[in-house]
């Protein structure tokens, strides 16, 4: 049973967990020289849990014993360590091992954890991770005997999510489980995890007291102006400033090191130069410190030296269970007034509201504060993330999802670290707050060379605006329209479909508002019957009563709550852009307290937007204490792009999850087997599969294609014509040689023999005049397929969210048109769905203006095979299905020509 593949020692098998009280620990394979560590392990179990482990009182283990746990073989015998602190001083502080039993696909499974550590979830972690171990070395069934007394383990055991079997004799529980992963087990992962990301980002925004290390007496330096913050801002903990050269810090005693301090210390926020952070932090976890927040800079940022100085420091606070935030980054902050905690330095502390915001820059996390200030955009919580070394947006999106002052997100990001978690995260999070995000490096100055139509169109920018949209995301161009649309998600309800209704009272910038809402696909439709009647009968009857409603120039206050009454109660709109230019017979200020008034009455009923197209900032009334809060916006075009992207997001929200389905006809071994072999032959790096092995690919998956030969000389050609029938194409046979069109290397409909040896020789010519007839190796015989609607099925593989699928159509003018459509493995049938309605020429698959619609039922599910493929065929780096023939309803796709280039997996 033992896997030659399967290295002496696995490093691959460690992993940093989260445990539920928020800290972390280290889980790596247990090793031959950890035989004294064993020993102090042992030597600290209370004779208690050393009776519930082994079953009987054990006084001491021999060495021999000893042996017996820490040399396995890593396939049949496995063992797990949870470790904690830094060589010398590390310890094993939990044991999870398992034993295969005989040459089965079962295994005897048992754990122990020291007793101050009991209670922390560190048996759940050994026990998935064990599992994970166990899987990939075939065994698929643990067993384990629990004695009756032992309620933690079997609750461990019946919590894992695993279906769990049990059977009782003499005092003890013989449980049976299989470890495969199911949906239960899925389901309990996730809320553990939702547990401890709460658990440990709480250090952060709720700490009991809070020590700045390298707190300074001189203002104007960062040092300084974090503890004043702190200070000023009313912080409800205690804090402590830590400089040893000082003996005050503004009127607070200072302590020389963290160590000095009298009380626990919850938080360390430091601010000191970068060479001394790894010192500090060492004192931190000596203090018992849960989290770090590093404002120094100078690690990953600023060359190699940093980015090593940072991986030290995350493998120590990793040592230590210490969360950290940072380095590079300018602080937190959480309004709450129950603890009112601004360990920023940030002159701006903003007020108290329902939008988080993160900032993986400190300079746009300045400009943040200062923005929603100026606007009265009430914050929650604020977190500047800078290098993102351990806590990550991923983890503050979990622990937003559940705190109770949050109701809307909003990132500015960089860079994804785990686009794949983030993906998963924020789909499942978006559905119940919205989150709005900022990506910066959106140019195609960092798209990567490419030799496939998929590759050449997947810029830098793509996978992340296919990431957002399949999870959800909210994405803005800007900073300003960020704030836009979390200024209407903050304080309106998210509109219940796409009709809108412009009140106004002048006609510019009504219908500037109009423009902007059709061209972003919001319906700007006349108003019911009923509404023009009730409207008409205080309007002038000069009044504009379509839409947009003009109210005329002298309209007052009481017309605009009259007629928004009226358009509140009339079913055929979602949401309403009132718009007020002052003229100089009406003040604006009561005219936004009847807005505001009005809003208040019928909150919830519709989405309702203001625009006061004045250079002066709006009312105070439209967010004034009798009345709902109305976002104002200067320009009515702002306003209608707000509308616009929360409106797709409401759409969004109310599509089926999707499922992946189970499809029929797949053949994945024979598709294993053709790349394989394809690697076998080739040289190394990546190569691109002949035409008859991407024929034979594509029918493994099901996946139709048309008839192809390969022919290497003028006879053999004419022979493969033949017997596929003509008319045939005949095409170039080349690994290298990549656009065949653009050098003259394909000939089509061709219908005798002699027109197909005449295409041989052309063909040869022509490469030889290209100096690459070497690279020939023949042709490519195929056949003709009639009519259809050419599209672009295509693959390609991005270093960090793994492979994109892209959707077009266009032929060989898809790089031209750029009609595409992007989304990220794997596609859901929704996804699918979407993704082919989603490029402008979707019409012509549904018979624009009388021409042959096509069937649309049959590239959904091409889609599916492929991303099928995909998921078992990691060696496929870039694909083309181009042209794909899509015939009418009923009569299926036909792949006319591929292109697959595949790469060994750990090239």
Not at 447 to 454: P, V
Not at 690 to 696: E, I, K, L, N, P
Request: aromatic share 6%; net charge negative; with cysteine.
């Amino acid at each position: 049973m033992t896997n030659p593949k399967i290295p002496a020692y696995p490093a691959e098998c460690a992993a940093d967990v989260l445990l539920k009280d928020g800290s972390t620990i280290r889980l790596r394979p247990i090793r031959p020289a950890d035989d004294e560590a064993m020993i102090a392990a042992f030597n600290r179990l209370s004779e208690r849990t050393i009776y519930l482990r082994f079953h009987h009182a054990v006084k001491h283990m021999t060495k021999d014993e000893v042996k017996h746990y820490t040399h396995v073989d890593y396939e049949n015998t496995f063992a797990l360590v949870a470790i904690t602190g830094e060589p010398p001083e590390e310890q094993i502080i939990a044991v999870g091992r398992y034993a295969r039993l005989g040459d089965s696909d079962r295994a005897e499974v048992a754990f122990v954890v020291e007793d101050s550590h009991q209670g922390r979830g560190i048996a759940t972690q050994l026990l998935d991770n064990l599992a994970a171990v166990a899987r990939e070395r075939g065994i698929n069934t643990f067993e384990a005997d629990v004695l009756a007394e032992n309620r933690p383990m079997m609750e461990v055991l019946r919590e894992s999510g695993f279906p769990v079997e049990n059977k009782f004799e003499y005092g003890t529980f013989h449980v049976t489980f299989p470890i495969e992963p199911t949906a239960a087990a899925a389901e309990k992962a996730e809320q553990r995890e939702k547990v401890a990301e709460a658990a440990s980002i709480q250090t952060f925004f709720r700490p009991r007291s809070v020590a700045v290390v390298g707190a300074s007496r001189e203002r104007g330096t960062i040092g300084a102006e974090l503890f004043h913050n702190i200070l000023q801002d009313g912080f409800t903990g205690a804090v402590y400033p830590v400089n040893p050269k000082a003996e005050m810090v503004g009127t607070v005693r200072a302590y020389p090191s963290i160590l000095d301090i009298p009380g626990d210390v919850d938080l360390a926020v430091i601010a000191v130069p970068a060479e001394h952070v790894l010192e500090v932090t060492n004192q931190c976890a000596r203090k018992g410190v849960k989290g770090v927040v590093v404002i120094s800079a100078g690690f990953k940022e600023a060359g190699e030296e940093g980015a090593a100085l940072e991986k030290a420091l995350l493998a120590k606070v990793r040592s230590y269970g210490i969360r950290l935030v940072g380095p590079n980054c300018m602080g937190v902050l959480n309004t709450d007034p129950d603890v009112s905690f601004n360990a920023t330095f940030s002159p701006v502390f903003p007020p108290r509201g329902n939008v988080a915001l993160l900032s993986q820059s400190g300079a746009v996390g300045l400009a943040l504060l200062s923005y929603a200030r100026k606007l009265n955009i009430g914050l929650s919580t604020f977190v500047s993330v800078g290098n993102k070394a351990d806590v990550s947006g991923n983890d503050l999106i979990q622990y937003w999802e559940q705190d109770p002052s949050t109701d809307v997100i909003l990132l500015y990001l960089e860079s994804f670290g785990n686009p794949r978690k983030f993906a998963r995260l924020a789909r499942r999070v978006s559905a119940v707050k919205p989150i709005v995000a900022v990506k910066s490096g959106r140019t195609t100055a960092g798209s990567r060379a490419a030799a496939s139509h998929t590759g050449a169109l997947a810029t830098l920018d793509v996978a992340s605006e296919a990431l957002f949209r399949q999870a959800g995301v909210i994405r803005s161009d800007t900073l300003e329209q960020l704030f836009d649309v979390a200024s209407l998600l903050a304080h309106q309800p998210v509109p219940a479909g796409r009709r809108v209704v412009i009140l106004t009272n002048t006609g510019g910038p009504a219908i500037l508002a109009a423009d902007a809402c059709e061209s972003y696909g919001l319906q700007v439709s006349p108003p019911s019957e009923a509404t023009i009647n009730t409207l008409r009968e205080f309007l002038p009857p000069a009044a504009g009563l379509s839409n947009p409603i003009d109210l005329l120039a002298a309209a007052s206050a009481d017309d605009y709550a009259r007629a928004l009454r009226i358009l509140f109660n009339d079913d055929s709109f979602d949401s309403i852009i009132v718009i007020f230019t002052p003229p100089l017979v009406t003040q604006p200020g009561p005219v936004a307290k009847a807005i505001s008034d009005v809003a208040g009455q019928f909150h919830g009923r519709k989405t309702l937007l203001a625009c006061f197209v004045s250079p002066e900032a709006a009312p105070p009334e439209l967010s004034s204490s009798g009345g709902a809060v109305v976002p104002s916006f200067v320009f009515p075009e702002t306003a209608a792009i707000a509308l616009a992207k929360v409106s797709e997001h409401a759409e969004w929200r109310k599509q089926p999850a999707g499922v992946i389905p189970k499809l029929t006809g797949l053949d994945p071994k024979t598709g294993r087997r053709i790349v394989e072999k394809a690697l076998a032959r080739g040289r190394e790096g990546p190569l691109w599969l002949s035409a008859t092995d991407c024929v034979g690919l594509l029918d493994a998956y099901g996946i139709r294609s048309a008839k192809v030969r390969l022919a290497r000389s003028t006879r053999a050609a004419a022979e493969a014509a033949k017997l596929i029938g003509f008319p045939v194409a005949v095409k170039v046979a080349s690994s290298t040689i990549t656009h065949k069109t653009d050098i003259g290397a394909v000939a089509l409909d061709l219908g005798s023999e002699v027109a197909v040896r005449g295409a041989f020789d052309l063909i040869k010519e022509r490469v030889r005049g290209l100096g690459k007839l070497r690279e020939m190796d023949g042709v490519v015989v195929q056949e003709m397929v009639p009519g259809g609607i050419e599209a672009i099925v295509g693959v390609t593989q991005d270093p960090s969210f793994g492979p994109l699928m892209m959707f077009g159509l266009g032929g060989t003018y898809v790089e031209l048109l750029k009609d595409v459509a992007f989304r990220i493995h794997p596609l859901t049938d929704v996804e699918a769905r979407e993704m082919i309605r989603a490029v402008k020429s979707y019409p012509l698959l549904k018979g624009w203006r009388g021409s042959e619609p096509g069937d649309v039922n049959c590239l959904e599910e091409l889609l599916m095979r492929v991303s099928a493929m995909m998921e078992d065929l990691s060696e496929i780096a870039e694909m083309d299905l181009n042209p794909v023939k899509v015939l009418p309803p009923g009569q299926g796709c036909v792949v006319v020509d591929a292109r697959i280039l595949v790469q060994a997996s750990n090239s």
